[in-house]
């Protein structure tokens, strides 16, 4: 009987071994691979760094030891700020606006959901709102609020420092990005749960309470720390209303003695603020993902 | 004596232009079950929305121990504490424990010390066989176990009535008798109840009442024997051979 397949028509069993060139990334021999393709990438690196013309400037300008400790400690006699100094700054601004935010945030993102009939007029102010801030870029809220209110005679108001501007600022804005998370967080709760907690009686109050925002929160923890990364890192925008904060610092050191290396250290202060934060957020996404995986199997 | 709990007299339920209910009538009794049936999509779940006022109603009148429901002066979350209420899909808080579950009600909206109320919830617990699991979260239950836990869960408001959506119709079939066991249980020792079910012996068997639900109008209601035995109506009869 004739077959157009190719299947053998014998008994020999199947070929099943891997061809000889896929062999080479296989079991230990994967290992020996990725040690050999890692060393060879190093290799390379310090090569360029260390071996060509622009390798050398690039560590000159951006890596020096003798300005990177300048960087650190400042130089009063030029008027350079300590870029460690300056990282202060940065960290005060950004947990006070954290606090605020989290607080004006939820505040928001509430009155926007609610449907209690009195809160309907400060329902409609706070989608306005957070259409505003979240539409104008922060470039322009921070010189609108920083050259903006000093003009106002506000009295007290406007006559602060430059930095309670920034912070007025940044609240403003990140208030207004937050209470979409929390938003988000808050629907992604079934209604039926909504449902269940009026129907033992529960106020719309107690019901958001006890039942809605415990629910929430799960969902809300890791974009919101996204979010509170991005806050980190715009705590330098400050400085374009006058605050010397870590990265003008840098920019001062970096104008008075040529040398990129005041940048470099507050690259990596910031690193060193960011990168745990990130790792952390990371680490919660990862674990959230992997308990909804156990709980669909 | 009048020993009306819930009257629903004429009541209209639109929704935009589609009218759910259509002059809907029913009377609940102390001590009475009534069992609603009907096919998917005719009005059940409306209709016990209307009672315990999570929907509005366009027209008729709703009243509980002879009080009107929509008299402006009537809080709907009193009266919500007077019905308890059960859904087919359990609805359990899955961030509570069992025993917070069944506790919440009782502390947050009626302000009760949690130490009394835990006794009462343990008891209710110990009553379906679960007091060992009062610290476990729902998700660790069985469907059965889950919708048993919600339906003591209601009862913990200590209810004047309990209103409940097709229960076992998101259950495996396994799992339906042990929720059965318990409504005939409640229904022996005299909770008031109406019950929205497809389980038609369950009806027959416990229902003292049983109204059908056709399109939105109750076209039939009467004891279980005259409705599942002798229906007046071709809807039911056609209704009823559909189930069977
Ligand atoms: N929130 C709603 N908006 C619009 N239509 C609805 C809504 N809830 C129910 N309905 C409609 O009302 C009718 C009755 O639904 P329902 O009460 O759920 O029936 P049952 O519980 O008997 O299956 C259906 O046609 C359904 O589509
Ligand atoms: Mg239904």
């Not at chain 2, 096919?39 to 027209?59: F, M, P, Q, V």
């Amino acid at each position: 009987m004739s077959s157009d397949t190719d299947a053998p028509a014998s008994d020999a069993p199947p070929q099943l071994f891997a061809s000889r060139r896929r062999l080479i990334f296989k079991g230990r021999n994967g290992l020996v691979a990725s040690l050999t393709s890692s060393a060879a990438l190093v290799a390379v690196i310090l090569l360029i760094l260390f071996a060509t013309a622009g390798g050398q400037s690039f560590r000159f300008y951006f890596f020096n030891p003798h300005f990177l400790w300048i960087a650190l400690r400042g130089d009063p006699v030029k008027a350079v700020s300590s870029v460690l100094g300056g990282i202060v700054t940065n960290i005060w601004i950004f947990l006070l606006c954290e606090v605020l935010v989290l607080f004006f945030g939820l505040v928001i993102a509430w009155v926007r959901i609610t449907t209690t009939p009195l809160l309907v007029p400060f329902r409609l102010l706070a989608t306005v709102y957070a259409d505003i801030f979240r539409g104008i870029p922060f470039v322009l809220v921070i010189y609108i609020v920083g050259y903006g209110i000093p003009q106002l005679s506000l009295g007290a108001l406007s006559n602060e420092s430059p930095a309670v501007y920034g912070c007025i600022a940044l609240t403003l804005t990140y208030s207004a990005y937050v209470s979409e998370v929390y938003r988000a967080g808050l629907h992604s709760v079934p209604h039926g749960q909504i449902l269940a907690a009026r129907s033992l009686g529960l106020t719309q109050y107690a019901t958001m309470r006890r039942v809605v925002l415990p629910q929430a929160v799960r969902t809300v923890i890791p974009p919101l720390l996204n979010d509170f990364i991005s806050l980190q890192k715009d705590t330098a925008l400050v400085s374009l209303i006058g605050v010397v904060e870590t990265s003008r610092a840098a920019q001062i050191g970096q104008e008075t003695y040529f040398n990129g290396s005041f940048l470099t250290m507050s690259a990596l202060l910031f690193l060193a603020m960011t990168i745990p934060m990130t790792r952390f957020t990371d680490h919660l996404i990862d674990r959230d993902r992997e308990k909804r995986l156990a709980g669909a199997q | 004596m009048n020993d009306e709990v819930l009257k629903m007299t004429s009541v209209v339920k639109r929704f935009a232009h589609h009218e759910v209910l259509r002059d809907v009538s029913l009377t609940l009794h102390r001590h009475e079950v009534v069992c609603l049936i009907g096919a998917s999509g005719s009005g059940k779940s409306t209709l016990l929305r209307c009672a315990n006022l999570l929907e509005t109603i366009d027209g008729g009148d709703i009243e509980l121990f002879g009080q009107s429901l929509l008299d402006p002066r009537i809080d709907p979350d009193l009266v919500r504490r007077h019905m308890g209420t059960v859904f087919q899909s359990f609805n359990l808080f899955p961030h509570l424990s069992v025993l917070e579950n069944i506790a919440l009600g009782p502390v947050r909206a009626l302000k009760r010390p949690f130490d009394d109320v835990r006794d009462e919830a343990m008891a209710l617990l110990a009553r379906i066989g679960l007091q060992d699991r009062a610290r476990e979260f729902p998700d660790r239950l069985s469907g059965g176990q889950q919708q048993r836990v919600a339906i003591v869960r209601s009862l913990a408001m200590r209810p004047s009535l309990l209103l409940l959506d097709e229960v076992t119709s998101a259950l495996d079939p396994t799992l339906v008798g042990e929720v059965l066991d318990l409504l005939t249980d409640l229904a022996t020792s005299g909770t008031t109840m109406l019950i929205a079910t497809h389980e038609m012996s369950f009806a027959r068997d416990v229902a003292h009442q049983v109204a059908f639900l056709d399109n939105g109008v109750l076209v039939e209601q009467g004891p279980p024997d005259q409705v599942f035995e002798r229906p007046r109506h071709d809807a039911t009869r056609v209704f009823l051979e559909r189930v069977r």
